[in-house]
């Protein structure tokens, strides 16, 4: 079952960048070029990955506080026992 929903997505795959390879004609920033689709599509989501990851991933200086004050408040209660 495994190996066969696998071979399907494979062949989609195949499919989706054959129907693809067409060039483009892509004009960013004052930059012209003629990439094929596929790349154009393929750059989109590794530059949306990336841009998600850092916007999801918590900042170090929140992060931080957060485990300064637990710290900070153990300590205090351990100190009054």
Request: charged share 20%; aromatic share 8%; glycine share 16%.
């Amino acid at each position: 079952m495994r190996t066969g929903v696998l071979g399907l997505v494979a062949v989609l795959l195949v499919v989706f960048v054959i129907e693809n390879w067409q060039p483009v004609d892509v004009r960013f920033w004052g930059v012209h070029s003629h990439p094929r689709l596929i790349w154009v599509i393929v750059g989109c989501l590794v530059i949306g990955g990336v841009v998600g990851y850092l916007m999801a991933r918590p900042s170090r200086k929140r992060q931080g506080r957060g485990d300064k004050a637990g710290k900070a408040g153990k300590a205090g209660k351990a100190g009054k026992a």
